[in-house]
């Protein structure tokens, strides 16, 4: 259902039009977007007017899939703490309370409408594990279907500082891809993207970026408010996730997200550029976590970027971290770049032993069981 990637000469008009006529939605609303002024209680006269704003889209025929945060700073108040905790225990503690108070705002919010929600709590795992990845979507399409409206949140309950996203942006880009999305909305406390620190003499609404390359010489690096944990680099990544997919991404904020809809020209939107890249290598890419990873020598990079071979043991020169056969994994050149990523057919016990033997020797001295890749090309995302 994802639009198809457009040319990037559209003009500012053409893009914002190109929103406006998305018939699928993913629109993820950070944390301090939905509380009050000093981050410690949920601000339901917020929620309701984003709600307000999802509802009539969907009354348009859009399906619309909502990725809040919000849990956590939503348990500030009822567990009187003055601000958001730092450490991992009280913040899932915190999460576990708010995310009840969340979910029963949103259903209040759109049952004004007519409209039933389902809460979807994901972790990192679900999408990083192509089973879960699978089962994720297959869920999603059919609350779909059935026109239920998805509010998913990262499970803070469960996730530790290993297996969560760290913000709801790259989750709300990995949820757009899942789907199929033509748009991805980024809601947050800045208005958009501009040339300079928005506080700063002399900065600019960037309206529409149209490459990597209008991005350079433009500062990202504002860190996100109390109450959240993503900034604007966070959201520029998460655009660009939703890119390599072929999916428009508009930031702006939640107060403007009627207008974002309807194709006004507030926020900035993000085109896709250049080829999409194949499902699987963009969810290898994107989705993916490395659990360690492959050093290789030069002829081994050679073969993997420009010959397009598949990794063979003989060409691994370290073996680097914990993991499983199955497990994603980057390769490393000898300079220390990251060179690609992808999923081993060897457990990190099992590599050291075949460190540049070809694989005939390793089948003879192992068993014909190990003549096999170390990662086959099918398997294989080269950057």
Do not use: C
């Not at 009187?80 to 905790?85: D, F, I």
């Not at 192992?366 to 950057?383: C, K, N, S, T």
């Amino acid at each position: 259902m994802s639009a198809a990637v457009v040319a990037s000469p559209l003009t500012d008009e053409q893009a914002r039009g190109q929103v406006a006529a998305s018939r699928r939605i993913v629109v993820k609303v950070g944390s301090s977007s939905l509380t009050s002024a000093d981050g410690g209680l949920l601000d339901h006269a917020r929620l309701h007017a984003l709600v307000n704003a999802l509802a009539a889209r969907i009354a348009d025929g859009v399906q619309v899939v909502l990725v809040s945060s919000g849990a956590i700073a939503a348990g500030i108040g009822p567990l009187g703490l003055a601000q958001r905790p730092n450490d991992l225990a009280t913040q899932q503690a915190a999460a576990s309370v708010g995310q009840g108070a969340l979910v029963a705002a949103y259903d209040a919010g759109f049952g004004h409408h007519g409209l039933t929600v389902g809460q979807v709590l994901l972790t990192a795992d679900d999408t990083t594990r192509r089973s879960h990845y699978t089962n994720a979507r297959r869920t999603l399409e059919r609350l779909l279907a059935l026109g239920i409206v998805p509010v998913i949140n990262e499970n803070d309950t469960v996730a530790t500082s290993e297996i969560r996203f760290g913000d709801n942006d790259r989750l709300a880009a990995l949820v757009a891809h899942l789907i199929g999305a033509d748009t991805l909305v980024l809601l947050t406390d800045v208005d958009a993207l501009y040339t300079d620190k928005p506080d700063r003499p002399g900065a600019r609404r960037i309206p529409v970026v149209r490459g990597a390359d209008e991005l350079a010489a433009v500062d990202v690096s504002a860190r996100g408010s109390r109450v959240g944990t993503g900034g604007m680099q966070t959201k520029v990544e998460a655009a660009s996730i939703a890119g390599a997919a072929g999916i428009t991404a508009v930031l702006a904020a939640a107060g403007d997200v009627a207008g974002v809809l309807a194709g006004e020209d507030v926020g900035t939107v993000f085109l896709p550029s250049g080829r999409r890249r194949a499902s699987r290598t963009w969810w290898l890419q994107h989705a993916t976590t490395s659990r360690g990873a492959l050093v290789v020598d030069a002829g081994a990079v050679t073969a993997l970027t420009e010959r397009g071979k598949s990794l063979l043991p003989a060409g691994i020169t370290e073996v680097r971290g914990t993991f499983a056969d199955g497990d994603p994994v980057d390769v490393i050149g000898p300079d220390g770049q990251v060179v690609a990523r992808g999923l081993t057919n060897y457990s990190s016990v099992e590599l050291p032993l075949m460190l540049g033997r070809s694989t005939r020797e390793i089948a003879a001295d192992l068993g014909p069981e190990y003549e096999r890749e170390a990662i086959h090309r099918d398997h294989l995302a080269v950057h």
